[in-house]
């Protein structure tokens, strides 16, 4: 399954974005959820990830300013973006982590750009 983000767009440094991954419906809360981004030229990074076990990660660069959540009944990750600075500027994608396995389940990404 692939998984869509959306919520992305053209938006001022300071400003907020709430990006939204749907996820399958049956199996939605037996795996963890994952927000990479990729900017140009550079790799995919783990920006944030929501564990079944209840736990959060937050890379360096975004912590306090990033918060993951879900919404098991509506089968839906969010990532909301707050203080939002030029160098976030990426192509977001969210992926799925089944216990004991790795992150799967990337489709197409939504595109953030923050102007200075």
């Known amino acids: 399954v692939q998984l869509q983000a959306s919520g992305g767009g053209l938006v001022q440094a300071g400003d907020s974005l709430r990006l939204s991954c749907t996820g399958s419906?049956?199996?939605?809360?037996?795996?963890?959820m994952g927000w990479f981004r990729q900017a140009p030229g550079k790799e995919r990074d783990l920006v944030a990830a929501?564990?079944?076990?209840?736990?959060?990660y937050y890379a360096d660069s975004v912590k306090g300013r990033f918060t993951i959540s879900r919404d098991n009944d509506k089968n839906t990750a969010y990532l909301q973006m707050n203080s939002l600075k030029p160098e976030d500027s990426a192509v977001y994608s969210c992926?799925?982590?089944?216990?004991?396995?790795?992150?799967?389940?990337w489709g197409q990404g939504t595109l953030v750009t923050v102007s200075s």
């Open positions: 419906g049956r199996t939605f809360t037996r795996y963890s």
């Open positions: 992926a799925r982590r089944f216990p004991g396995r790795d992150w799967d389940g």
């Open positions: 929501s564990w079944i076990s209840g736990g959060t």
